[in-house]
C-alpha cells in the first residue's frame, strides 16, 4: 500500500512567483533524491490577499514527513509561508467488489 502526503498552507498573493521559484526548486531536489513523484498547486482565488497553496508528494517512505521538514528549513520556505503548515497523509486503497 503506497502512502501520499499533502501539505497545505497560506502565502501572501504578492509573494507567489518568489514562492513558486523557491518551492518548486524544493520539490525538484527531493524528487531527485527521493524518487517521489512531486507537484506543486494554488488555489485559483486570493482571500484575504493570500492564496492557498498544496504540495502533493507520492508514494513517499514513512519518515518523509522528516526529510520535508529539513527541506523546508534548508529551502528556507517558512519564511515565505503565513501560519501553520498542515500534513496529512493518505493511503492509496483497492475497492473490492
Known amino acids: ?10 502565502v501572501a498573493a504578492s ?22 513523484n512531486t507537484a506543486l498547486k494554488r488555489s485559483a482565488e486570493i ?18 514527513a522528516q526529510v520535508i521538514d529539513q527541506a523546508v528549513a534548508k529551502h528556507g520556505l517558512a519564511a515565505l509561508i503565513d501560519g501553520p ?6 493511503v492509496n486503497i483497492s475497492s473490492c467488489a
Open 47 to 64: 482571500k484575504d490577499e493570500h492564496h492557498t497553496w498544496m504540495e502533493v508528494y507520492s508514494s513517499v517512505p514513512p519518515d518523509f
Open 15 to 36: 509573494r507567489a512567483q518568489e514562492f513558486d521559484h523557491v518551492a518548486a526548486a524544493m520539490q525538484a531536489e527531493l524528487s531527485l533524491q527521493h524518487q517521489v
Open 85 to 90: 503548515r498542515h500534513t496529512e497523509f493518505f
Open 1 to 10: 500500500m503506497s502512502t501520499n502526503l499533502y501539505i497545505y498552507y497560506k
